[in-house]
């Protein structure tokens, strides 16, 4: 029996490279997708999968979801990434500061260097409220600055800021209106 005869086609140059560069680009694609593949593995399940009562209306595909502020790790505070795996130490790191018996010392001492820098700040004596000048002696010196110029002792209070205390600065009194209960008091009103 005889073989059939098939006709070949003489090999097309175009049809070569352009087989060479899908294969290329094919091996290319599974290089990356391997690559892609070990990264995950590396870096784990992510966040949003673990841990899905923090990120609950989070949608991987869109990015979109994801909490605002992002939710702490309750371990060592670090902000948990919706598509990080979170590598966490372990330790525990406290957020605030024990409040020790030293730390009680450095507070007080601190308080105090706070109180005399304050105290030596502080003027020791009334001063003029026109010149400024200080008056150990309250009723002489204030008498002499009063016949010269007008001028009476004044207290410095200052706030932390260094700045004039003055509670009442800029205050007038209120205005003293009648006052009347009304009718079931027993006085007339007008």
């Given at each position: 029996?005889?073989?059939p005869i098939v006709y070949r086609s003489p090999e097309n140059q175009n049809v070569a490279d352009a087989k060479k560069v899908l294969k290329e680009r094919a091996e290319?694609?599974?290089a990356r997708r391997e690559k892609e593949q070990q990264r995950r593995e590396a870096a784990g399940v992510p966040n949003y999968i673990c841990y899905p009562a923090a990120f609950p209306?989070?949608?991987p595909k869109t990015g979109r979801g994801a909490p605002?502020?992002?939710p702490p790790c309750?371990?060592?505070g670090d902000r948990l990434q919706p598509m990080e795996n979170h590598k966490c130490s372990g330790i525990w790191k406290p957020k605030y500061e024990v409040f020790t018996d030293?730390?009680?010392d450095r507070a007080d001492q601190r308080r105090d260097e706070i109180r005399e820098s304050r105290w030596s700040q502080r003027p020791r004596y009334p001063v003029c409220?026109?010149?400024g000048e200080e008056m150990p002696d309250y009723f002489e010196d204030g008498q002499r600055h009063w016949d010269d110029h007008e001028g009476r002792p004044v207290k410095n209070h200052f706030a932390l800021g260094g700045e004039h205390d003055g509670d009442l600065d800029g205050y007038e009194?209120?205005?003293e209106e009648d006052y009347c209960e009304g009718d079931d008091d027993g006085y007339d009103c007008d």
């Open positions: 029996m005889a073989l290319a694609l599974a209306n989070f949608d605002s502020p992002l309750n371990v060592c030293e730390r009680k409220d026109k010149c009194d209120a205005p």
